[in-house]
Each structure stands twice: as C-alpha cells, then as structure tokens.
C-alpha cells in the first residue's frame, strides 16, 4: 500500500503555526494563574455572593473552584491542539486529527456549560458539583469491575465529593432511569449529557454535525476509516488501496480544533467583563478567515 501526500510543505507550517499561535493567544486573553475579574463582572458579583453553607458563609472560593475548573478543562483542549500540530506530516491523513478535534470538543464542551451566563453563583457551584460527583461516581462503577478492592477506594472520592457539596449546603441526586441510565440533579440544575454539551457547542461554533462526524473516527466507524483510504489501479491491473491525504478535510479539523477554546474564552471574557480583550478575539477572528483566503480554502468557509 502507497500514500498519496496531497498536503504540502506550507500547509503543514501554517496549520502548526495557526494552531500554536492561537494556544498563545488564549494565554494572553486568559492569563494565568487565576483568571481576574472586572470590578463590575458578573463574576465579580459572584465572587461576593452572600450563599451560606452548613457552617460558614462561602465567600469567593467556591465560585472561584468553577473558574479554576473551566481554566483546566480549556488547557485540555490547547494540549488536543497542541498534540495536533505535532501529529502533521505531508503524508497525514484527517483520521488521528478528528479523533483529536473530537477530544477537544469534549473538553471544550464542559468549560461552556459551566461558564453559561446569568445563572448565578449558587448555580455556576452546583454545576460544577455534578461534574465532579458524576465523574467519582462512574470512576468508581468501572474501576469496581477491573478489581473489586478499588470499589472502597474510589467510592471514598464519591464520599468527599458528597461531604464537599453538603458543606456548602448542596446535595447531589442520581436520579436512576432504567438499569444503566439515570440524571444527575443539584439545585434545580440537571446535568447535561455528552451529546447535549456538544450539540450546544456546535451551535456556537457554527459547525453543524461537527461532534458526529468526527465522533465517527473516534468510534473506528467504517465509514470514517475508508475515508482515508483510495482505490487504484496497479499498471497489472490488481486492485489496492492508497493512503488518501485530504487537504480540505486535514484543514476543516485544523480551524475546527480552535473552536471548543475560543468559544469558551469568549464566555468567559464576557462574565469577567475584559471588553479590551473581546476586540483581540475579533482580530483573532479576520485573521483566521485572512488564513482561510490565502490558503485558497473553500469560499463559503471565509465569505460573510
């Protein structure tokens, strides 16, 4: 079996250089090491919420958790992205960064619905509570049928988990729903599943169908496997397959990879009212569809 490389030298540098730049950039909108808010922000509100748990009142820790959970969820999505730009050879094909893209919009996902706006400091907490009781929970459910002596040392995370909500005077429900299914509830607060985090971020990023088919790699679906195959025909008439490296599609999930970071840092630029910086995303936006342009990709892609 041969590889076809239809991706140049210079398409290669400048989807490495989009994606690294933009991981920089991100680090300027959102600087480290605690995201700051503006006087007047919503999160600044947040901050000086007047919630009261079963001891003390909360102050600003709770809230500030939420931020600090986001901010990590966003560096997942910069280490898919960063991890993409060294996979990119000539020779790729769009296979490893679908599956890479896929990644990210999981991550990307999380970091949006947590950071929604107007929801509030007590429900922004409680969102943040069913992440992490739902992820001590299914940790723990697995981890049980591999050996079951884990099953006590992972359900002991679900117990500090639950101890940490109650100390702020939440509690976090699973609500079973047949054998295998069931919802997670807090404050009047439901968490969204896999599917639903993604199809609201595809909305954003204007991506339609996007977590489908790239989920579709990232499940080995034979469809997304022959996509990076080719037939051919030897000079002896044998039939076999090429490697098919597919520029549009290798740069579709290149720009598509930014989207589950930038989307999220927009929303969070916007609940800790850095304006100055919202006009960095905008240029970050022209720039891109500059890069679209000069790279003589799709025109419905950069055309407004």
Same mark, same amino acid.
């Given at each position: ?110 970091? +949006? ?5 107007? *929801?509030? =400091?007590?429900?922004? !907490? &409680?969102?943040?509570?069913? #992440? ?110 090429? +490697? ?5 599609? *290798?740069? =579709?999930?290149?720009? !598509? &990879?930014?989207?589950?970071? #930038? ?42």
């Amino acid at each position: 079996m041969w590889s076809m490389a239809d991706l140049t030298d210079e398409d290669i540098s400048e989807m490495q250089r989009f994606l690294l730049d933009t991981c920089a950039d991100l680090k300027c909108w959102l600087p480290e090491p605690q995201w700051r808010p503006g006087w007047q922000s919503e999160a600044a509100r947040e901050l000086a919420n007047q919630e009261h748990g079963q001891d003390s009142p909360w102050g600003p820790d709770p809230v500030l958790s939420v931020y600090t959970g986001a901010a990590l969820y966003l560096e997942l999505v910069m280490q898919s992205m960063r991890a993409l730009a060294a996979s990119l050879t000539p020779e790729s094909t769009h296979y490893i960064p679908n599956c890479l893209v896929r990644a990210g919009m999981e991550a990307g996902s999380q970091a +949006l619905w947590l950071l929604e706006q107007g *929801i509030g =400091a007590r429900a922004r !907490v &409680a969102r943040f509570m069913l #992440v992490r009781a739902s992820g001590a929970r299914n940790r723990a459910e697995q981890l049980a049928k591999t050996d079951p002596g884990w099953a006590d040392k992972y359900g002991d995370v679900q117990k500090r988990e639950a101890a940490f909500a109650a100390s702020l005077g939440l509690r976090c429900e699973y609500v079973p729903k047949g054998k295998y299914r069931g919802d997670w509830w807090c404050e009047g607060q439901k968490l969204s599943g896999y599917t639903e985090r993604n199809r609201a971020l595809e909305a954003q990023m204007l991506s339609p169908a996007a977590y489908a088919i790239y989920s579709g790699a990232i499940h080995a679906e034979w469809n997304a496997v022959m996509d990076t195959w080719e037939p051919i025909t030897l000079e002896d008439g044998r039939l076999a397959m090429t +490697l098919r490296s597919d520029r549009v599609a *290798i740069w =579709a999930a290149v720009l !598509v &990879a930014a989207s589950p970071a #930038v989307i999220p840092a927009v929303r969070a630029l916007q609940l800790l009212d850095h304006r100055g910086r919202l006009v960095l995303v905008d240029h970050w936006v022209t720039n891109t569809l500059t890069l679209m342009r000069r790279m003589h990709l799709p025109a419905d892609w950069w055309r407004s």
